[in-house]
């Protein structure tokens, strides 16, 4: 499997791989799924990510979680995996098709109890649930102009400690590239500042993949 990532090697990648969780056959068989919908498939996230996401969840004892983004449901699949038996993820997506696929593979994987998938817009659903603390986990892996709605549309709906997921906000190392100035790029520069400024969360930038960014909510 070639890297997801911009600053690794093919051959890095490999021992990566090599030395941490690999994918089990229900994740293996959901990525080789997603391979067939051709050149879409790259909003997948990478396997090493997905192992990293389920551990995170683990380690912070997250019993509620959202994400924006599910596509076809590798993400959610490592969340809900890192969840307790009683816990829930909200999965928010406008795909049907695509989140069909996920949803026979978290079927297989036993997880399927645990997801509550809604199709609509996810800035209405967000703010369709009460303005509260709840969730531990937030991910978010969608349209990028939307990243500020959708991260400030969680943040009050986080509890203190909890942590929120960025996806893609090294774009291909396009957000140092003075000549790039394409819609996601420009979206993800202007998140990327608004987001280390920002006084009400700790926030690490890690080169996972095509980067992804956590933030603590204080």
């Known amino acids: 499997m070639a890297p997801k990532s911009f600053i690794l090697t093919s051959e890095l990648h490999d021992y990566l791989m090599a030395h941490g969780t690999r994918p089990d056959p229900v994740q293996a068989a959901l990525i080789e799924r997603t391979a067939e919908l051709g050149g879409i498939s790259g909003m997948q996230i990478a396997p090493e990510q997905g192992a990293f996401m389920e ?127 394409s819609e996601n790029v420009e979206a993800m520069r202007a998140f990327n500042d608004m987001l280390a400024a920002d006084d009400r969360v700790d926030v690490v930038m890690l080169p996972i993949a095509d980067g992804l960014t956590l933030a603590r909510k204080r």
């Not at 549309?153 to 909890?162: C, D, F, V, W, Y």
Request: proline residues 6%; glycine residues 8%; negative net charge.
């Open 55 to 181: 551990m995170l969840t683990r380690l912070i004892g997250a019993r509620e979680a959202v994400e924006v983004g599910t596509f076809t449901g590798y993400s959610a699949l490592s969340i809900a995996r890192g969840l307790p038996d009683d816990g829930h993820l909200l999965c928010c997506d406008v795909s049907e098709e695509w989140t069909a696929i996920g949803r026979a593979a978290w079927a297989e994987a036993g997880v399927a109890d645990k997801i509550e998938l809604r199709i609509a817009p996810a800035a209405e659903t967000l703010r369709s649930l009460p303005v509260e603390p709840r969730f531990e986990l937030a991910f978010i892996d969608a349209d990028k102009p939307a990243y500020p709605v959708y991260y400030e549309e969680i943040l009050p709906r986080l509890r203190a400690n909890g942590v929120i997921l960025v996806d893609n906000t090294l774009q291909g190392g396009g957000v140092l590239d003075p000549a790039e100035h």
